[in-house]
């Protein structure tokens, strides 16, 4: 006979930053080291319009390699955006609510200043690089039609809960609920 689960509830809700990524894993890290016992579930309510490619693709590594007996499920109860779905996709399940939303788009350069012609040419490929990342770690999951996934790479495509279930990006629509006590990620003041 099983154990009684024993989910822990956590949320994230903020841009994806070095620092945001760090304190999420740190979260993650003191979920599954707590020995008063040990949960073995997880439940997150993940809402982020995005932020750092490579920030994200660390948290989506990390909670892939999460121990195979805490599963995470991850809710989407608004909105995942942008690098922010490469971290939803890393969950075991993945539940959106109805009406949230998720949104895809190419690479974006944030240039503080102007740039040189040579600067422009590296920025172009460090773009087309990021690309080629996001989309090999999103076709991993998601089985869209050649046109959404064009229209993705080329402007942007926001994807309804139910489109989300048809491609593979989520698993049901469902909404979420929220437990008696609650461990709350939030951005350090």
Not at 77 to 87: D, I, K, M, P, R
Not at 126 to 141: G, H, P, Q, V
Not at 160 to 165: C, K, L, R
Request: with cysteine.
């Amino acid at each position: 006979m099983s154990p009684p689960l024993d989910i822990q509830h956590v949320s994230f809700s903020e841009e994806i930053t070095e620092q945001a990524a760090a304190r999420f894993i740190h979260w993650m890290d003191l979920i599954s080291l707590d020995s008063r016992p040990r949960h073995n579930a997880v439940h997150m309510l993940f809402n982020s319009s995005g932020g750092m490619i490579v920030d994200a693709i660390n948290m989506h590594n990390y909670v892939k390699g999460y121990p195979a007996d805490i599963p995470v499920t991850m809710f989407n109860s608004g909105g995942v955006q942008s690098a922010a779905v490469l971290v939803f996709l890393s969950a075991t399940r993945r539940i959106v609510c109805p009406y949230a939303k998720f949104l895809l788009h190419p690479a974006v350069w944030k240039a503080a200043s102007g740039l040189n012609t040579e600067q422009h040419r590296i920025v172009s490929r460090s773009l087309a690089k990021n690309d080629k990342d996001i989309d090999d770690i999103l076709k991993t999951r998601i089985n869209m039609p050649a046109t959404k996934w064009k229209q993705a790479r080329r402007h942007q495509l926001e994807i309804s809960a139910q489109e989300a279930v048809d491609f593979g990006l989520a698993d049901e629509i469902a909404a979420w609920s929220v437990p008696s006590v609650i461990s709350i990620m939030a951005p350090a003041k």
